[in-house]
């Protein structure tokens, strides 16, 4: 062992929490009321790599950890943690750092961890008035946000911003948003336009008795708007702290200037392209990757702008609006390191590990880019992202076990809520999944996520009527969205509409050869139909097209009379096959550093 193993590698008496788990001093493991038994190399092994937690651990370095200078056969280790990673399930939180070693990456509570310490803070959209471009509003609210939670030392716990902006949308009061969430103070504001400056009217109110703490006016010129979430975020901790409130200390942010025409020019830009991207429809979705590409021409340095091109590009993918092989094309312009480009920013790995796996058909290489993202905190792409992954996989506990750990922290997002009821279905547990998308509706009725997986889910189970009600707005209000018009179909199919379902199908093969449209939806129509080859024939298109719904399809319970079929099982077998490759890789590497 080198001299600074000791450094590096710790045996912490003191017990700890992590997801559903906990550990007490004594060695004794908890998943929820049940103990857990751990053999003694187990839980010393548990006990190191939660000591470093985050920082990578080699194989020789829990070697002598665990075993000494006693010689072990080269299989001791990989079947150790082997069975302490199926011991520790639902929680994946023993990663295999490619080449490297081992990561604890589920974060760490303290038994004696006060986790309320600091203030609970949410940040609405400000209100624009007249003149005030209608993104700058919310625009302004997610910078302070990303700022905040991006401090060293946090100076609040800030709320999460799809929650926020959920409940806001709903014409809820800043105090009724407060109260939902459970929040301890609240940031609030108007946005207007004068003459020369735009000027902000923030206020912060305290939810327990509803007090206006303090209010501040801001003005800068329109030339600089780029600096004015950060005069907010400066005069936001000052007054926090000379309020008196118990916050940790803070220092503020290094915040960077944007001083040439062209940068202020590229963060406008980027803001109008940022608010665009995120509304689900096809043609301002195609406007805002032009905007944001301009953006970042214009300023190479801008990284908000290069992470936006590749969810972007990704979401133009799943919704069908993007073929995959062209959203993967900018997806590595932007997230691979190249001698043109500046290094790509740690968000974009979620991306590319998207692309690798659903285009490439690269799970190594796919979970090398999600464990080296895997420190990046919650937003509501990185999350979905890595859930997306999970459930390709097939590995329902973890993606349902990854959403529900989002929620609690993201409690208001619709999308977390219709993902959750979608990866339920998938996982077969129909009850649960019916459950949780009537809580979705009743929490967002009009919410696009909620009428989407909503029209399926209850079409499946027995409640094609009232699905067809949900699904026949949706592909009218959001034009060209092939998933919302196969929705619309499967519901037509279900309640035995069965010539205007054939209509659709054949009106989606005529689009087919004018512009791209995803099929992965569309098996599960033939299906209801009882056309088995056309369903699996749609799949081969999906497939051939390297669709990311393509494995989701594959486990969706609505294609159970394809089970049986020659090529719909081939289909299936090429999943476990890229798991073992996987594996093998593993054990070579552990191998080879052993």
Request: proline fraction near 6%; aromatic fraction near 6%; glycine fraction near 6%.
């Amino acid at each position: 062992m080198n001299r600074n193993s000791k450094d590096v590698l710790g045996s912490p008496d003191a017990g700890f929490s992590f997801g559903r788990f906990r550990l007490e001093a004594d060695g004794t493991l908890w998943l929820d009321e049940a103990i857990v038994h751990l053999t003694p190399k187990e839980l010393s092994a548990l006990r190191v790599l939660a000591a470093n937690a985050g920082r990578i651990v080699s194989p020789l370095q829990l070697k002598h950890a665990l075993w000494g200078d006693v010689h072990v056969s080269a299989d001791s280790l990989p079947k150790c943690l082997s069975s302490l990673r199926a011991k520790l399930r639902p929680e994946d939180c023993i990663q295999t750092v490619y080449k490297r070693g081992y990561r604890f990456s589920t974060a760490l509570l303290p038994r004696d961890a006060d986790p309320s310490a600091l203030p609970r803070l949410a940040i609405l959209p400000f209100a624009t008035g007249y003149a005030v471009p209608e993104h700058l509003g919310s625009a302004l609210a997610e910078e302070a946000i990303v700022r905040l939670v991006n401090l060293e030392r946090p100076a609040a716990a800030i709320l999460a911003r799809d929650s926020v902006f959920s409940l806001a949308q709903q014409l809820k009061t800043a105090q009724q948003v407060g109260e939902t969430l459970k929040a301890d103070l609240v940031l609030t504001g108007a946005l207007s336009a004068l003459a020369a400056h735009y000027r902000l009217r923030a206020e912060m109110i305290r939810i327990e008795d509803g007090t206006q703490i303090w209010v501040e006016d801001l003005l800068i010129p329109h030339s600089q708007i780029a600096h004015l979430e950060v005069v907010l975020v400066q005069r936001l901790l000052l007054r926090l702290n000379l309020g008196g409130l118990t916050l940790a200390a803070a220092a503020a942010p290094a915040m960077e200037r944007h001083h040439s025409q062209k940068q202020h020019e590229a963060w406008d830009i980027y803001l109008r392209g940022h608010h665009e991207w995120q509304t689900l429809e096809r043609h301002r979705m195609a406007d805002a990757l032009l905007q944001l590409q301009q953006a970042a021409a214009l300023d190479p340095a801008l990284v908000p702008a290069r992470v936006d091109i590749v969810n972007l590009c990704t979401a133009q993918a799943m919704c069908g609006f993007l073929h995959p092989a062209v959203a993967a094309r900018e997806v590595r312009r932007i997230a691979e390191p190249s001698a043109e480009n500046p290094p790509p920013p740690d968000a974009t790995l979620p991306a590319l590990g998207w692309v690798r796996f659903h285009v490439d058909r690269d799970l190594p290489g796919a979970v090398r880019a999600f464990e080296q993202a895997e420190h990046l905190p919650h937003d509501l792409w990185t999350t979905q992202l890595r859930f997306l992954l999970a459930i390709s996989r097939h590995r329902f506990p973890e993606a349902i076990g990854l959403l529900r750990a989002a929620l609690h922290l993201d409690p208001f997002s619709p999308w977390l809520h219709a993902r959750l009821a979608w990866a339920l279905h998938l996982a077969g547990e129909a009850g649960e999944s019916v459950a949780q998308i009537e809580r979705t509706i009743g929490l967002f009725p009009h919410h696009d996520g909620s009428i989407f997986y909503g029209g399926m889910i209850l079409s499946f189970n027995g409640e094609a009527a009232r699905a067809l009600e949900l699904a026949d707005p949706l592909k009218h209000r959001i034009k060209h969205f092939d998933l919302a018009t196969a929705t619309h179909a499967y519901a037509l199919a279900c309640t035995g509409r069965r010539d205007e379902a054939r209509s659709i199908l054949e009106r989606m093969q005529w689009l087919s050869r004018e512009r791209f449209v995803i099929s992965s939806f569309m098996p599960a129509v033939h299906a209801a139909l009882g056309d088995v080859d056309a369903a699996v024939a749609a799949l081969r298109v999906a497939g051939d097209a390297r669709c990311p719904w393509y494995y989701q399809m594959l486990a969706d319970p609505r294609l159970a009379r394809l089970h049986g079929h020659p090529e719909f099982e081939e289909m299936r077998a090429i999943l476990p096959r890229m798991e073992a490759s996987l594996e093998a890789e593993n054990e070579t590497e552990v191998a080879a550093l052993c």
